[in-house]
Nanobody, 123 residues
Framework: QVQLVESGGASVQAGGSLRVSCVVS????????MAWFRQAPGMEREFVAT????????YYADSVKGRFTISRDNAKNTVYLQMNSVKPEDTAVYYC????????????????WGQGTQVTVSS
């Protein structure tokens, strides 16, 4: 069974930066498109960013475009989300997800999920 473990969540001041990571084990990482989703209290889980299996294509939610960057290191079985110029509305639990090959912005199409990491942005 493929396992995803996120880390790096923290409390940060608005305008600051943070990088969260997700390590994938028990699977062929380079076969998977990876994504980050987030869920704030009382809200639906929402798409943040996705990257294809080669790392050559990335897509972002409009709310984070220009501030967040998704990247991957296939040698380390790790996907990253660099978060810059964070805002209080970025506060949420951040989840990484994996599916074979093709990117998707729809959470229901992802096969594997991590347990989440909390990001809190204070004003």
């Amino acid at each position: 069974q493929v396992q995803l473990v996120e880390s790096g969540g923290a409390s940060v001041q608005a305008g600051g930066s943070l990088r969260v990571s997700c390590v994938v084990s028990r699977g062929t990482f380079s076969n998977y498109a990876m994504a980050w989703f987030r869920q704030a209290p009382g809200m639906e889980r929402e798409f943040v960013a996705t990257i294809d299996w080669r790392g050559s294509s990335t897509y972002y939610a409009d709310s984070v475009k220009g501030r967040f960057t998704i990247s991957r290191d296939n040698a380390k079985n790790t996907v990253y989300l660099q978060m810059n110029s964070v805002k209080p509305e970025d506060t949420a639990v951040y989840y990484c997800a994996a599916r074979l090959f093709l990117v998707s912005m729809t959470s229901g199409t992802y096969t594997y999920w991590g347990q989440g990491t909390q990001v809190t942005v204070s004003s």
